[in-house]
C-alpha cells in the first residue's frame, strides 16, 4: 500500500513538473513553436513519461483551458445570465487578470484561439440561464445573444491586452460592462 503511495506521488508530482514547464513555455512563445522533444527536454523527462500521461500537446493545453474555465464558472456560480451580465462581465476581467501571463497567452496568442473558442462555448452552455420566454421557445436567438456576449468580451480583453493594458482595469471593466450591456449607446461621454 505504501508504494502505491509512493508511485502515486510520483506521477502527480511528473504530472506537476510537465504541466509547469508547458505553461513556461507557453508564456515565452507561441504554441506552434512548442514540441514534445523541447518540452520533455525542459524537464528533464523522457518522451514515453510525456506520452504516458498525455496523447498529445493539444491535450495539455485543453485540460488548462477547461481547468481556466471551470474556475470561471464557480466564480460566476449564481449570477444569472443574461440578467447579471455586468457582474459576469468584470468577474470574466477580474479572472483574467488572475490568471496573469498565462491567462494572456491562452487567450490571446497564437492558435489557442481555436480551442478557446471551444471554451467559451463550453463555459456559455454550462452556465446560462434563460432568462425570457423568447428566447425559451427560440434557442437561435440564445445562441446569438451568447455569441455576441462571449465574442465580444473576448475581443475587448484581447485589445486591452494589445494595447498594453493602458486603461486601468476598473476602467476596461466600466468600458466592457456597458458596451455588452448597452451597447455603444451606453457610452454617452
Known amino acids: 500500500m505504501a508504494d502505491n503511495k ?3 506521488l510520483r506521477v502527480h508530482r511528473t504530472k506537476e513538473f510537465i504541466r509547469k514547464t ?3 513555455m507557453i ?3 507561441d504554441y506552434e513553436q512548442i514540441s ?3 518540452l520533455t527536454q525542459r524537464a528533464k523527462i523522457n ?3 510525456f506520452y504516458s500521461h498525455y496523447n498529445t500537446l493539444d491535450d495539455l493545453l485543453l485540460e488548462i483551458q477547461n481547468e481556466l474555465a471551470q474556475n470561471f464558472i464557480r466564480r460566476t456560480q449564481g449570477l444569472e445570465r443574461p440578467r447579471d451580465m455586468d457582474k459576469i462581465t468584470r468577474e470574466f476581467f477580474l479572472c483574467s487578470e488572475d490568471l496573469g501571463k498565462l491567462g494572456e497567452r491562452i487567450t490571446c496568442s497564437g492558435n489557442y484561439k481555436y480551442i478557446s473558442r471551444k471554451i467559451t462555448n463550453d463555459i456559455m452552455n454550462q452556465t446560462w440561464k434563460i432568462g425570457s420566454q423568447s428566447s425559451a421557445e427560440n434557442p437561435y436567438i440564445q445562441n446569438i445573444i451568447m455569441t455576441y456576449v462571449a465574442q465580444s468580451t473576448l475581443e475587448i480583453y484581447k485589445q486591452w ?3 498594453g493594458k493602458k486603461i486601468p482595469l476598473e476602467n476596461i471593466i466600466k468600458i466592457a460592462t456597458q458596451l455588452i450591456c448597452n451597447g455603444v449607446n451606453g457610452l454617452n461621454p
Open 47 to 49: 518522451r514515453k513519461t
Open 27 to 29: 508564456c515565452e512563445m
Open 36 to 38: 514534445v522533444k523541447e
Open 22 to 24: 508547458f505553461e513556461e
Open 6 to 8: 509512493k508511485e502515486d
Open 161 to 163: 491586452v494589445a494595447d
